[in-house]
């Protein structure tokens, strides 16, 4: 197969869009298909200035590589949990570090075990729920760590099969909730910034393929707690439909986008408050990020407050069940 625009050999076949490419021109049909993206969205004004989550996985190296190739100011973000197993934490921050530094990026690493005292680790002793527990940490630092810098959004590097694998995961739960908030962009609230995802309409090999040429070198490490069982299928059932159907997931998805406004008049917002530790949004009086990390103090400051102001729960561990149970 050739190249569509040299006829040079093609180093990539793209069958969803009918086309091949060599190196040049698939980097440049790359960026625009990103670019499009970001304006079909309304994503970013140009030149903004863009916080990006970085785990050290290719998905989130690529997309701030993408949004300083298309003239964004990228400021990278990176959590150290504190995964010993596997060399985890540790092999994902050399990742990252050596990624910002060859790419000239401004990071900013937040390690739990210096600010916390504690890992997800430890916390995966005593706890079930770690990966629920895990994303409301990531959540939570991501979205403090954007407004404290005034980014103009926060950008995570989840990739059409990903969303594509969630809508159907949700689709077969009618998760109403999640099913609205399964955009590419959402937009700023009170306490929450600005959320994109601008590589939502690529799919996993033309990220590989971008990594390849532009030789990041993601973290190889697997975090030890993924436990992706049901999340894998529903990503080989959608690749599966993908072979016979090429470009199905990307028409699955960027239908879905057209719809989703349906599903959020269906779903009222649970009454929201300020953390008493923390004062961002929380619909309990201790937000869970709270109540997981800064137990004490979470501790404290529920013994003070009045009953009635518990949410009908009686105790400081009746808020954590009911958190877990959340
Ligand atoms: Fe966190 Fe679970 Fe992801 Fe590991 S697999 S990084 S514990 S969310
Ligand atoms: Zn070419
Ligand atoms: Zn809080």
Redesign the pocket.
């Known amino acids: 197969m050739k190249c569509r625009v040299c006829k040079a050999p093609a180093f990539i076949k793209l069958p969803a869009h009918n086309t091949a490419f060599c190196p040049q021109h698939f980097q440049e049909f790359f960026l625009r298909q990103v670019e499009r993206t970001i304006k079909k969205y309304r994503m970013l004004p140009p030149g903004a200035k863009v916080a990006v989550a970085l785990s050290g996985g290719k998905d989130s190296l690529v997309t701030a590589l993408v949004l300083k190739l298309l003239g964004y100011q990228v400021w990278g973000f990176f959590i150290d949990?504190g995964?010993e197993e596997n060399d985890f934490s540790a092999a994902s921050r050399r990742a990252v570090e050596e990624f910002c530094s060859r790419e000239n990026l401004p990071l900013e690493i937040f390690s739990l075990k210096e600010h916390f005292h504690k890992t997800?680790s430890q916390l995966a002793l005593r706890e079930k729920k770690?990966?629920a527990l895990?994303?409301v940490t990531k959540r939570h630092l991501m979205n403090e760590y954007a407004l404290k810098i005034g980014a103009y959004a926060l950008a995570t590097g989840h990739t059409l099969d990903d969303m594509a694998a969630s809508l159907l995961a949700n689709l077969f739960r009618w998760d109403l909730h999640y099913l609205s908030k399964g955009l590419p962009h959402l937009p700023p609230e009170p306490g929450f910034a600005r959320k994109i995802k601008p590589l939502a309409l690529q799919g996993e090999r033309e990220i590989l393929a971008f990594a390849q040429l532009h030789e990041i070198k993601p973290v190889e490490a697997a975090?030890p707690?993924?436990r992706e069982a049901k999340f894998k299928r529903y990503k080989a059932a959608l690749d599966m439909l993908e072979e016979k159907s090429p470009g199905i997931k990307r028409y699955f998805y960027e239908g879905y986008t057209r719809h989703a406004h349906r599903f959020r008049e269906e779903t009222a917002r649970p009454p929201m408050m300020s953390c008493l530790v923390c004062g961002f949004p929380s619909v309990s009086p201790i937000c869970t990020f709270c109540r997981t990390w800064r137990e004490e103090e979470a501790r404290q400051r529920m013994a003070k407050k009045e009953p009635e102001c518990y949410n009908g729960h009686k105790s400081f561990e009746d808020e954590v069940e009911k958190c877990k149970d959340g």
């Open positions: 949990l995964i997800i770690t990966c895990c994303g975090c707690y993924a």
